[in-house]
């Protein structure tokens, strides 16, 4: 059974920071795509960043600056930080696990909610 638990979320000043970590069971970690989404109350989820099997990594816009996406595949973890934090980065944030080049697999955590105070 293949489950995907995100942590690390809370309540946060603007301007501070946060690092979410996701682990991951019943699948091998390694071989999978890792990302990160967030769906804002009213809003679509969005995908926030991303990295692959090999370590290559993407993000939106949005955060581009001030996140970073990172894995440890021997603790089968995957960890999304983001600094400079705004209001607008309120959201309830989803780890994702695929294996895009093949599709195939398309695993989601319940998520775990951020919220940003001005």
């Known amino acids: 059974q293949v489950q995907l638990v995100e942590s690390g979320g809370g309540l946060v000043q603007a301007g501070g920071s946060l690092r979410l970590s996701c682990t991951a069971s019943g699948i091998i970690f390694s071989i999978y795509d890792m990302d990160w989404y967030r769906q804002a109350p009213g809003k679509q989820r969005e995908l926030v960043a991303s990295?692959?099997?090999?370590?290559?990594?993407n993000y939106v816009d949005s955060v581009k600056g001030r996140a970073t996406i990172s894995r440890d595949n021997a603790k089968n973890m995957v960890y999304l930080e983001m600094n400079s934090l705004k209001s607008e980065d309120t959201a309830v944030y989803y780890c994702?696990?695929?294996?895009?080049?093949?599709?195939?697999?398309?695993?989601w955590g319940r998520g775990t909610q951020v919220t940003v105070s001005s």
């Open positions: 994702r696990a695929s294996r895009r080049r093949i599709g195939v697999g398309n695993y």
């Open positions: 990295i692959t099997s090999a370590g290559n990594t």
